[in-house]
């Protein structure tokens, strides 16, 4: 089992910029994926963005599309989330997760999601 974990949370004006990083132990095959969950105070866990390893291909939530953007470094094991334009409503406690299950495209399902990190808070103040 992977060994994930997360750094970069913190608190930011709206408008503002923040950068997540994740690192995971263990081999990542082309057909895995990394992906980004948030849980918002009331809500439940929701799947923000997800990459798949091998091409490096990305899926974006809705609310989020152009103004994170999800990339990797091959040599680190690492995926960042760059998280532009913060709104109040992106604050949550952000999770990076692995899914050791090969898809042709990224895992947007988060039962594929096997090793998680502990979480990291992300505060935008209005």
Same mark, same amino acid.
């Given at each position: ?38 849980? #918002?105070?009331?809500?439940? #866990? ?22 994170? %953007? ?29 899914? #050791? ?18 979480? %990291?808070?992300? %505060?935008?103040?209005?």
């Amino acid at each position: 089992q992977a060994q994930v974990v997360e750094s970069g949370g913190g608190l930011v004006q709206a408008g503002g910029s923040l950068r997540l990083s994740c690192a995971a132990s263990g081999q990542l095959f082309s057909g895995y994926s990394m992906g980004w969950f948030r849980q #918002r105070v009331g809500k439940g #866990r929701e799947l923000v963005t997800a990459l798949r390893w091998g091409d490096g291909s990305t899926y974006y939530a809705d609310p989020v599309k152009g103004r994170f %953007t999800l990339s990797k470094d091959n040599t680190k094991n690492m995926v960042y989330l760059q998280m532009n334009s913060l709104k109040p409503e992106d604050t949550g406690v952000y999770y990076c997760a692995v899914s #050791r299950f090969v898809r042709f495209v990224p895992s947007v399902a988060s039962d594929d999601y096997t090793d998680w990190g502990q979480g %990291t808070q992300v %505060t935008v103040s209005s």
